[in-house]
């Protein structure tokens, strides 16, 4: 299988198992990482996913240009029809929080992968790039857009005009990623920032996530408004009544998604 998932206390670990192409991403690996969202964001018994590639060379870079050549039907057949054939990368979402743990190359649609996480963790070996449109295309499972919000303007037309790649230091100083530790320490890291979230209380991890990425294509008023709407909805909840009791209790809180 191009895509493995393994759960365990509460964490869903999904890898690209391509190693041999890179982890590039062909129609059937796409099916299945979009397989694996849908899991995750189904499942009780998973509170936070990290995405990372087998192999030490790669995340992923990208589309198997081999595989993933024009296909038959007209962009308006494929935009308008029916929705078949592989998922398009920046429409996948779920709710639960997701830790890409880039262990090596991270190129184009990898790159994109990666930025559907909400967090970025990468080996110090790992590299950055966007390189479509040196091959006379663009990033469009969500390359463009994301990547904006992601590290700025200035740094983001460098990235996407020139095609280069980047370095894990500097992915790191201009926020591509949130941290750099040695390839040995990486899962480790993000097994343990992945642990840290599955301890809190689920549904107000959920809400915290939805608000933050909401809120940040909305006004300040209307940002915070809603903020105050979701406050009330968790006000009540078990699990926030758990949080204090066990504060009081000087014990760790048992959530329970309730």
Excluded: Y
């Excluded at 670990?13 to 059937?28: F, I, K, S």
């Excluded at 998922?87 to 880039?102: F, L, N, Q, R």
């Excluded at 300040?220 to 909805?233: H, K, P, R, S, Y």
Aim: proline share 5%.
């Amino acid at each position: 299988m191009p895509v493995t998932i393994e759960v365990s206390d509460f964490i869903a670990t999904v890898t690209l198992d391509r190693p041999q192409a890179m982890n590039a991403l062909d129609p059937e690996s796409l099916q299945e990482v979009q397989a694996a969202w849908d899991e995750i964001s189904r499942r009780k018994d998973i509170r936070v996913g990290i995405l990372t590639g087998a192999g030490g060379r790669a995340f992923c870079t990208g589309a198997d240009l081999k595989k993933t050549m024009p296909p038959v039907e007209s962009f308006a057949e494929l935009h308008f029809g029916s929705k078949t054939g592989a998922p398009v990368v920046s429409t996948m979402h779920t709710d639960k929080p997701m830790i890409a743990a880039i262990n090596g190359f991270a190129l184009g649609g990898g790159l994109e992968l990666a930025m559907l996480c909400d967090i970025r963790i990468a080996a110090s070996t790992a590299a950055f790039g966007l390189p479509e449109v040196c091959i006379g295309s663009i990033p469009a499972g969500g390359g463009t857009q994301r990547i904006v919000r992601a590290v700025g303007q200035s740094d983001a037309m460098l990235m996407l005009l020139t095609g280069e790649r980047l370095d894990a230091s500097e992915a790191l100083r201009i926020g591509l990623v949130s941290r750099v530790v040695a390839s040995e320490q990486l899962m480790p890291t993000a097994r343990a920032i992945a642990t840290r979230i599955a301890a809190n209380a689920p549904l107000a991890v959920v809400a915290a996530k939805k608000l933050a990425s909401t809120g940040r294509e909305l006004s300040l008023a209307a940002g915070l408004e809603l903020e105050q709407q979701t406050f009330g909805i968790l006000r009540n909840t078990e699990d926030r009544i758990e949080g204090r009791k066990a504060f009081a209790e000087k014990r760790k809180p048992a959530f329970q998604g309730r």
